[in-house]
């Protein structure tokens, strides 16, 4: 478990690329797993309703896994799907690890109520956001065999584009 830990800090950290994650289906799933039970515990953090929680969930692994095969295929790589993605689900795991102490302060703090979030706290969640815009830029980059900026424009692009998706299916 160490051994993974230690893989995707150094992804992270651009020690080392994503063809450092072990290949096969099996991986992935397991990733696949991890990164939705997160995702779970990180929605219960916030308050999310559990249906609501399993929803969102579900709409963005099944929106991150589509986009990035499709991109990959497009891109004429494929075959890196299982490595990719799964360097970008661990590394998301592991930022998702270093927010979740914050995420009661967030449910806490509502807009309608006046209150704010701690200036600490909402900088520390938005480095952990520039961070992953990095770390998926730096991922896609090697993946992709392309310039780190490409890399940044497709990660601002996946964004803004699951943010549009989560909007609209979302709603209140």
Known sequence: MWAFVQLFLDIALHRRGPD?????????????????????VSQALLRTPPAQALLETLLHLGFFLLFYYLLLTAMRVPARFEQTAGA????????????????P???????????????LALLTLLGLLLWSLDITAFVLSRALDRGYLVGVLIAVGYFLAESALRRAFLAD
């Open 105 to 119: 302060l967030v449910a806490g703090a509502r807009v309608d109520d006046g209150a704010a979030l701690p200036v």
């Open 20 to 40: 450092a994650v072990p290949p096969g289906r099996f991986v992935l799933g397991l990733l696949v797993v991890v990164s939705m039970a997160v995702a779970l």
């Open 88 to 103: 970008l689900l661990g590394t998301g795991v592991l930022l998702s690890l270093f927010a979740m102490p914050l995420l």
